[in-house]
C-alpha cells in the first residue's frame, strides 16, 4: 500500500484546510489521521474503518476535524475546521488491513506527510 497526502499549508486561526490522502495497492483498508509537531510525541487525529462507517476522533480535534474516504476514488479526506496554533504539525495518513485504531503501532503503511501551519 502506498499513501501519499496533500492539501496542507499555511491557514490563519480559525481557518480550514482539507488534507486528502490518496492510497494504492490495496482495497478494503482502514486509515488513520496523525499528527507530529517539533519535540512531540506523535499524536492520534482520527481514523476510519474501510467503509467509511465507523469513525474515531483525538480528544483535540473532536468537534473541529471530519474524517471522511470516497473509496471509488481511493481517497481519504481530513477536513479540518477552526484551526488553531497549536495544530501546526506534520499531518500523516497511515492505512492497516482490519479494523481501524488510534494506536500508531498498529498501522503498517505511511504516508510521507505534509506539513499544516497555523498562524495566530
Known amino acids: 500500500v502506498q499513501l501519499v497526502e496533500s492539501g496542507g499549508g499555511l491557514a490563519q486561526a480559525v481557518g480550514s484546510l482539507r488534507l486528502s490522502c490518496v492510497y494504492t495497492?490495496?482495497?478494503?483498508?482502514?486509515v488513520g489521521w496523525f499528527r507530529q509537531a517539533p519535540g512531540k510525541d506523535r499524536e492520534f487525529i482520527a481514523a476510519?474503518?474501510?467503509?467509511?462507517?465507523?469513525?474515531y476522533y483525538g480528544d483535540s480535534v473532536k468537534g473541529r476535524f471530519t474524517i471522511s474516504r470516497d473509496n471509488a476514488k481511493h481517497t481519504v479526506y481530513l477536513e479540518m475546521n477552526t484551526l488553531k496554533p497549536d495544530d501546526t504539525a506534520v499531518y500523516y495518513c497511515?492505512?492497516?488491513?482490519?479494523?481501524?485504531?488510534?494506536?500508531?503501532?498498529?498501522?503498517?503503511?505511511w504516508g510521507q506527510g505534509t506539513q499544516v501551519t497555523v498562524s495566530s
Open positions: 476510519l474503518t474501510w467503509n467509511g462507517e465507523t469513525t
Open positions: 497511515a492505512a492497516r488491513q482490519g479494523g481501524a485504531s488510534i494506536y500508531s503501532r498498529y498501522y503498517r503503511y
Open positions: 495497492g490495496r482495497v478494503g483498508i482502514a
